[in-house]
């Protein structure tokens, strides 16, 4: 994590550094359809749907967003409230698992 | 010698103190975000409020799908296509996915032309960005009208299984569609002030009165590269799990 250069005439950076992320996001979208296009099912499915993912969005926010270049107080300011995001996915996770067994009991004539 | 402030500021990320230099910043005077221009902190900010509404539409589609005893719809087989022959599992989907990334990485030339102050180049990069953007949203058109005429898809009932599939496809796709649509729209007035020689000539903006730098045109990259960012979650958690 090299910060000497930016942010004194804005973001440069060598266009290879920008056409070799692009060729990766290229190759990840082509992995992440292949999963489905070869019916991959299962944890293995979901396994690497989640992989593919998180390494495009790392890759672009990381790169072609220049997060990986700003200084540490914006980059923490961004990503600490995302943490919400997380703790509100378990949060609902339970809340649904808990209406889906309630759903199969009120369904099913019990309850 | 340099004052301390500056000193702190020449500091880089990967330097001992770098959690001093963090607590530095947010405690010093005037500026917390340093030596990053007022336009692109506010788009972040922006951004990470949009984070927070698409995560909350992914997450109400985690719950809806997670909790109905009926069967989802298999996307797969939904989004295929057939030209002619046998149908082709999401390929329209696949397409608008390697259009988005396509546009992000001449979206990302346009900004780096832009800083080389090379004008011609930044405006051909923008208005390719800007098109490749157009057409996402036309086969996007071609997906919501197939949807709807062919198949019969409705916000409230579909004949393909969980009544809920409708709703959360329409109002997530229906949302970023939106955002990819202001994009373009944006693209265009941003191509336009650099053909002008706005940023060249610090021309004051219409609505900001600021100076025009070419700094806009890093921001309005941080934004189309948002929309492709969110693009990457809808297509893994809506048409592929």
Redesign the interface.
């Known amino acids: 994590m090299s910060n000497t250069n930016s942010h004194v005439e804005g973001q440069q950076h060598p266009l290879s550094v920008y056409i070799w992320i692009w060729i990766a996001l290229f190759v990840l979208s082509a992995c992440s359809y292949a999963v489905d296009y070869y019916h991959f099912e299962g944890y293995l499915r979901w396994t690497l749907i989640l992989i593919f993912m998180f390494l495009k969005a790392g890759l672009i926010i990381a790169v072609f967003m220049h997060m990986m270049w700003e200084r540490l107080a914006l980059v923490y300011a961004l990503g600490i409230p995302v943490i919400a995001v997380f703790v509100f996915i378990a949060l609902m996770v339970f809340e649904s698992d808990y209406t889906f067994l309630t759903r199969g009991t009120f369904f099913s004539g019990g309850g | 010698m340099t004052p301390p402030e500056n000193a702190a500021i020449q500091e ?3 330097s001992e103190g ?2 001093q ?2 607590v530095a ?2 405690s010093s005077d005037q500026r ?6 007022w336009g692109k ?1 506010m788009m ?2 922006f ?2 409020s949009d ?2 509404i698409f ?2 539409f992914l ?1 109400s589609y ?3 799908r ?4 009926a069967e989802w719809p298999h996307a ?1 087989e939904v989004f295929a296509l057939s030209f002619g022959g046998e149908p082709i ?2 390929i329209l989907i ?1 397409i608008m ?2 259009i988005l ?1 396509t546009s ?2 001449t ?3 346009a ?2 032309y832009g ?2 102050k090379d004008r011609i180049k930044t405006v051909i990069f923008l208005l390719i960005t800007a098109a490749f953007g157009a057409s996402f949203v036309g086969m996007q058109a071609f997906e919501w009208t197939k949807l709807i005429v062919e198949e019969g898809v409705r916000p409230w009932s579909n004949p393909m299984g969980a009544h809920q599939f409708g709703a959360i496809f329409f109002m997530i796709t229906g949302f970023h569609g939106t955002h990819v649509s202001i994009g373009v729209i944006f693209l265009f007035i941003v191509a336009r002030k650099v053909w002008r020689g706005e940023y060249d000539n610090e021309s004051l903006g219409y609505f900001t009165s600021r100076k025009g730098n ?2 806009h045109v ?1 921001t309005m ?2 934004y189309w ?2 929309v ?2 969110v693009w ?2 809808i ?2 958690f809506f ?3």
């Not at chain 2, 917390?32 to 221009?37: D, E, L, N, S």
């Not at chain 2, 997670?66 to 005893?69: C, E, K």
């Open positions: 880089t990320n990967n770098a959690w230099n963090v910043d947010w917390a975000f340093k030596k990053v221009p902190a972040w900010i951004l990470l984070t927070f995560s909350i997450i985690m719950t809806v997670m909790s109905t005893t797969s599992p999401l696949a996915t390697f990334i992000s990485g979206m990302v030339l900004v780096n800083y080389r070419y700094e890093e990259g941080l590269h948002f492709d960012l990457v979650f297509f893994a048409y592929l799990w």
